[in-house]
Protein backbone atom coordinates (compact mmCIF):
# COMPACT_ATOMS: atom_id res chain seq x y z
CA UNK A 1 0.00 0.00 0.00
CA UNK A 2 0.88 3.28 -1.07
CA UNK A 3 -0.16 6.72 0.74
CA UNK A 4 1.25 10.33 1.07
CA UNK A 5 1.01 12.24 4.52
CA UNK A 6 1.90 15.71 5.20
CA UNK A 7 2.97 17.93 8.20
CA UNK A 8 3.02 21.89 8.04
CA UNK A 9 4.25 23.50 11.20
CA UNK A 10 7.18 23.47 13.94
CA UNK A 11 9.87 20.88 13.35
CA UNK A 12 12.54 21.40 15.87
CA UNK A 13 15.74 19.55 16.63
CA UNK A 14 16.39 16.80 19.32
CA UNK A 15 18.56 18.55 21.22
CA UNK A 16 18.50 18.08 25.13
CA UNK A 17 14.67 18.66 25.43
CA UNK A 18 12.54 15.66 24.98
CA UNK A 19 10.55 17.74 22.75
CA UNK A 20 7.07 15.68 23.81
CA UNK A 21 4.55 18.44 23.53
CA UNK A 22 6.31 19.19 19.88
CA UNK A 23 6.09 15.23 18.86
CA UNK A 24 2.44 15.30 20.20
CA UNK A 25 1.65 17.87 17.66
CA UNK A 26 3.17 15.80 14.82
CA UNK A 27 0.97 13.10 16.20
CA UNK A 28 -2.09 14.78 16.07
CA UNK A 29 -1.09 15.70 12.68
CA UNK A 30 -1.18 12.39 11.52
CA UNK A 31 -3.85 11.42 13.15
CA UNK A 32 -6.77 13.24 11.29
CA UNK A 33 -5.11 11.86 8.22
CA UNK A 34 -4.60 8.08 8.91
CA UNK A 35 -8.15 8.72 10.35
CA UNK A 36 -9.50 9.43 7.07
CA UNK A 37 -7.20 6.52 5.62
CA UNK A 38 -9.08 4.01 7.53
CA UNK A 39 -12.12 5.27 6.61
CA UNK A 40 -11.78 5.29 2.52
CA UNK A 41 -9.16 2.09 2.35
CA UNK A 42 -11.86 -0.96 1.50
CA UNK A 43 -10.10 -2.95 3.58
CA UNK A 44 -9.04 -0.32 6.54
CA UNK A 45 -12.78 0.43 6.59
CA UNK A 46 -13.97 -3.20 6.81
CA UNK A 47 -11.46 -3.52 9.56
CA UNK A 48 -12.87 -0.48 11.49
CA UNK A 49 -16.35 -1.65 11.01
CA UNK A 50 -17.41 -2.14 14.59
CA UNK A 51 -21.23 -3.07 13.46
CA UNK A 52 -22.65 -6.06 16.01
CA UNK A 53 -22.63 -8.84 13.50
CA UNK A 54 -18.56 -8.34 12.52
CA UNK A 55 -15.57 -8.93 14.79
CA UNK A 56 -14.26 -5.30 15.14
CA UNK A 57 -10.08 -5.71 14.34
CA UNK A 58 -9.63 -2.28 15.54
CA UNK A 59 -11.11 -2.70 18.62
CA UNK A 60 -8.57 -5.77 18.92
CA UNK A 61 -5.63 -3.38 17.79
CA UNK A 62 -6.74 -0.72 20.45
CA UNK A 63 -6.82 -3.22 22.71
CA UNK A 64 -3.41 -4.48 21.99
CA UNK A 65 -1.67 -0.93 21.99
CA UNK A 66 -3.44 0.59 24.95
CA UNK A 67 -1.47 3.49 26.05
CA UNK A 68 -1.23 6.10 28.50
CA UNK A 69 -5.15 6.08 28.46
CA UNK A 70 -4.82 6.72 24.61
CA UNK A 71 -6.12 3.60 22.52
CA UNK A 72 -3.50 3.77 19.54
CA UNK A 73 -4.26 2.58 16.34
CA UNK A 74 -1.05 1.94 14.43
CA UNK A 75 -0.84 0.84 10.77
CA UNK A 76 2.68 -0.35 10.19
CA UNK A 77 2.97 -2.79 13.19
CA UNK A 78 3.54 -6.24 14.12
CA UNK A 79 -0.11 -7.03 14.10
CA UNK A 80 -0.50 -6.73 10.78
CA UNK A 81 3.26 -7.82 9.77
CA UNK A 82 4.13 -4.69 7.95
CA UNK A 83 7.43 -2.55 7.72
CA UNK A 84 7.14 0.51 5.43
CA UNK A 85 9.72 3.04 3.70
CA UNK A 86 9.25 6.44 3.77
CA UNK A 87 10.01 9.40 0.95
CA UNK A 88 10.10 12.89 2.62
CA UNK A 89 10.17 15.87 0.61
CA UNK A 90 11.22 18.50 3.09
CA UNK A 91 10.76 22.15 2.13
CA UNK A 92 12.01 24.57 4.70
CA UNK A 93 13.04 28.62 4.46
CA UNK A 94 16.93 27.84 3.12
CA UNK A 95 18.64 27.41 -0.09
CA UNK A 96 19.14 23.73 -1.18
CA UNK A 97 22.53 22.65 -0.05
CA UNK A 98 22.87 25.22 2.53
CA UNK A 99 23.41 23.52 6.02
CA UNK A 100 20.40 23.66 7.69
CA UNK A 101 20.61 26.61 10.33
CA UNK A 102 17.38 28.00 11.23
CA UNK A 103 15.27 24.86 13.34
CA UNK A 104 18.20 22.65 13.97
CA UNK A 105 20.12 20.04 11.90
CA UNK A 106 18.37 17.66 9.42
CA UNK A 107 19.21 14.44 11.75
CA UNK A 108 17.87 15.56 14.57
CA UNK A 109 14.78 16.99 13.02
CA UNK A 110 14.52 14.38 11.43
CA UNK A 111 13.99 12.10 14.92
CA UNK A 112 11.74 14.37 16.13
CA UNK A 113 9.46 13.37 12.79
CA UNK A 114 10.03 9.74 13.30
CA UNK A 115 8.88 10.03 17.22
CA UNK A 116 5.78 11.69 16.13
CA UNK A 117 5.32 9.03 13.49
CA UNK A 118 5.15 6.90 16.26
CA UNK A 119 2.95 5.57 18.95
CA UNK A 120 4.76 6.24 22.29
CA UNK A 121 5.91 3.71 24.75
CA UNK A 122 4.38 4.83 27.73
CA UNK A 123 2.85 8.20 29.33
CA UNK A 124 7.18 9.77 30.12
CA UNK A 125 6.44 10.33 25.98
CA UNK A 126 3.30 12.34 26.50
CA UNK A 127 3.39 15.85 27.44
CA UNK A 128 1.24 16.79 30.64
CA UNK A 129 -2.23 17.12 29.64
CA UNK A 130 -2.33 15.17 26.61
CA UNK A 131 -5.33 13.06 27.21
CA UNK A 132 -7.45 16.56 27.94
CA UNK A 133 -6.21 17.28 24.30
CA UNK A 134 -8.33 14.43 22.51
CA UNK A 135 -11.64 13.55 22.22
CA UNK A 136 -11.46 10.84 19.50
CA UNK A 137 -12.05 6.81 20.60
CA UNK A 138 -9.28 5.56 18.94
CA UNK A 139 -5.68 7.59 18.05
CA UNK A 140 -4.35 6.68 14.82
CA UNK A 141 -1.06 6.71 14.10
CA UNK A 142 1.19 5.24 11.65
CA UNK A 143 4.08 3.21 13.32
CA UNK A 144 4.17 0.76 16.39
CA UNK A 145 7.75 1.60 16.91
CA UNK A 146 10.39 3.56 14.46
CA UNK A 147 12.30 0.32 14.38
CA UNK A 148 9.18 -0.60 11.57
CA UNK A 149 10.78 2.00 9.15
CA UNK A 150 13.27 -0.23 6.87
CA UNK A 151 14.81 2.62 4.10
CA UNK A 152 13.62 6.39 3.99
CA UNK A 153 14.89 9.53 1.89
CA UNK A 154 15.17 13.25 2.81
CA UNK A 155 14.84 15.72 -0.33
CA UNK A 156 15.29 19.11 0.99
CA UNK A 157 14.44 22.11 -1.07
CA UNK A 158 13.16 26.02 -0.51
CA UNK A 159 9.77 26.60 0.80
CA UNK A 160 8.77 29.47 -1.64
CA UNK A 161 5.80 32.16 -0.65
CA UNK A 162 5.38 34.91 2.12
CA UNK A 163 5.07 33.69 5.58
CA UNK A 164 1.50 33.15 6.66
CA UNK A 165 -0.01 34.75 10.13
CA UNK A 166 0.74 32.31 12.36
CA UNK A 167 3.82 30.95 10.93
CA UNK A 168 7.10 30.74 11.91
CA UNK A 169 10.29 31.51 9.39
CA UNK A 170 11.64 28.19 10.85
CA UNK A 171 8.45 26.10 10.33
CA UNK A 172 8.43 22.98 7.68
CA UNK A 173 6.44 21.61 5.10
CA UNK A 174 7.03 18.30 4.60
CA UNK A 175 5.19 15.38 2.09
CA UNK A 176 5.35 11.96 2.87
CA UNK A 177 5.35 9.10 1.03
CA UNK A 178 4.54 5.91 2.92
CA UNK A 179 5.70 2.65 1.63
CA UNK A 180 3.92 -0.20 2.91
CA UNK A 181 5.58 -4.26 2.70
CA UNK A 182 5.05 -7.22 4.38
CA UNK A 183 7.35 -9.07 6.54
CA UNK A 184 5.40 -11.58 8.28
CA UNK A 185 3.30 -13.65 5.75
CA UNK A 186 1.78 -15.77 8.84
CA UNK A 187 -0.20 -12.24 9.82
CA UNK A 188 -0.08 -10.27 7.14
CA UNK A 189 -2.78 -8.96 4.64
CA UNK A 190 -1.84 -8.92 1.29
CA UNK A 191 -3.73 -5.96 0.29
CA UNK A 192 -2.09 -3.96 2.80
CA UNK A 193 1.56 -5.20 1.45
Same mark, same amino acid.
Given at each position: ?????????????????????????????????????????????????????????????????????????????????????????????????????? +??? =?????? &??? #?? *??? $???? %? !???????????????????? +??? =?????? &??? #?? *??? $???? %? !???????????????????????????
Amino acid at each position: MEFRLTYEGALPAAGSSARLFEKHIIRKAMHEQLKDLWKVHPLLSAFASTSPERHSVIREIARTYRRAGFNFVPLVSKYFGLVCSLDILFLRRENPGHVITQ +GGD =LDNRIK &VLF #DG *LRM $PVDA %G !ELPTGADSDFADEFFYCLLE +GDA =LVTEFN &VTT #DR *LLG $PLRE %G !EHESDVRLVIKVATRIVDHKVAYVELG
